[in-house]
């Protein structure tokens, strides 16, 4: 699939996403961000410009999988490797886990 133009089935799927391991799933539609959704579901996470560019938003995906829409989301080939993510850009394609960047 390609990650700039998902398909329509794949946008209309909503996925569920963990902040981390043990807190509550929230809705996550393939549609938006991570940010978007961990928000809408009322949690207050951390982040700031929401473009990618100011990690404050960094987090580590402990399972699942994420695509981006823009080439450079603030990450370095080696971090996407290690797992690293930025919700504000993230756009899910499966159910997530996510973990502290510390």
């Known amino acids: 699939m390609n990650s700039c ?12 996403a963990q902040w981390q391991a043990d807190a509550p799933s929230v809705p996550a539609p393939a549609h938006q961000t991570l940010l ?26 402990s399972q699942g999988h994420v695509h981006y829409r823009i080439d450079w989301p603030g990450l370095s080939a080696e971090e996407k490797a290690q797992g690293w993510l930025l919700p504000c850009v993230a756009y899910p394609d499966s159910d997530l886990i996510l973990r502290d960047a510390a």
């Not at 959704?37 to 009322?42: K, N, V």
Request: proline content about 5%.
């Open 5 to 16: 133009n998902p398909s329509i089935e794949q946008s209309d799927r909503v996925f569920q």
């Open 36 to 61: 978007q959704s961990f928000l809408q579901a009322g949690h207050e996470p951390v982040s700031s410009c929401r473009n990618g560019t100011c990690r404050a938003c960094l987090r580590q995906l």
